[in-house]
T-cell receptor, first 113, second 112 residues
Framework: DAKTTQPNSMESNEEEPVHLPCNHS???????IHWYRQLPSQGPEYVIH???SNVNNRMASLAIAEDRKSSTLILHRATLRDAAVYYC??????????????FGTGTLLAVQP | DTGVSQDPRHKITKRGQNVTFRCDPISEHNRLYWYRQTLGQGPEFLTYFQNEAQLEKSRLLSNRFSAERPKGSFSTLEIQRTEQGDSAMYLC??????????FGPGTRLTVT
């Protein structure tokens, strides 16, 4: 399984944008880029996913580099409730794939008021 | 839609005892996953069901662990002869589509 590299921790101020980077230089053509987050004392929560094009949803935006070797999760206006561990995960999507998630240690985002 | 539920939320047991955890997925989801998470680490995949069939088991799932999903609805994870190293958060997730997994709140196991 292709591996991802994320900073251990980041800090942001409330109501400012946050850019969370992820490197995945060994990504293959069948790998989708997924982001999950885990708030304190909760199970992980799906945030967004993409393959090649940038993606937006109500929670965040995902910017994918042209060579797909890196991506950035963008929270447009951080709130205190966004303080969590953010995981960048590659998942192969093809017929017969288990679609299990392989988590790293993620990025712990702290949001200051 | 009440989300994925897990029971119990916390379990304290003595080494050598057997424990069983239950997961109720979102009702229309045919895929169900179990993960384990220790402090400071991301969740680790344990096993996967599609309907009632267990299609993949991690090498982490020793022969003391068994999981079932009768009738493709709820699932149970049993650990026999618990060891202190089994202390962790056990997470269940379900999905319908192949992209998004919905996680429950987890069962925290402490083996004393």
């Amino acid at each position: 399984d292709a591996k991802t590299t994320q900073p251990n921790s980041m800090e942001s101020n409330e109501e400012e944008p946050v850019h969370l980077p992820c490197n995945h230089s060994t990504i293959s053509g069948t790998d989708y880029i997924h982001w999950y987050r885990q708030l304190p004392s909760q199970g992980p929560e799906y945030v967004i996913h993409g393959l090649t094009s940038n993606v937006n949803n109500r929670m965040a935006s995902l910017a994918i580099a042209e060579d797909r070797k890196s991506s950035t999760l963008i929270l447009h206006r951080a709130t205190l409730r966004d303080a969590a561990v953010y995981y960048c995960i590659l998942r192969a999507v093809y017929g017969g794939a288990t679609n299990k998630l392989i988590f790293g240690t993620g990025t712990l985002l702290a949001v200051q008021p | 839609d009440t989300g994925v539920s897990q029971d119990p939320r916390h379990k304290i047991t003595k080494r050598g005892q057997n424990v069983t955890f239950r997961c109720d997925p979102i009702s229309e989801h045919n895929r169900l996953y179990w993960y384990r998470q220790t402090l400071g680490q991301g969740p680790e995949f344990l096993t996967y069901f599609q309907n009632e069939a267990q299609l993949e088991k991690s090498r982490l799932l020793s022969n003391r662990f068994s999981a079932e999903r009768p009738k493709g609805s709820f699932s149970t994870l049993e650990i026999q002869r618990t060891e202190q190293g089994d202390s962790a958060m056990y997470l269940c997730a379900s999905s319908q589509m192949i992209y998004e997994q919905y996680f429950g709140p987890g069962t925290r196991l402490t083996v004393t």
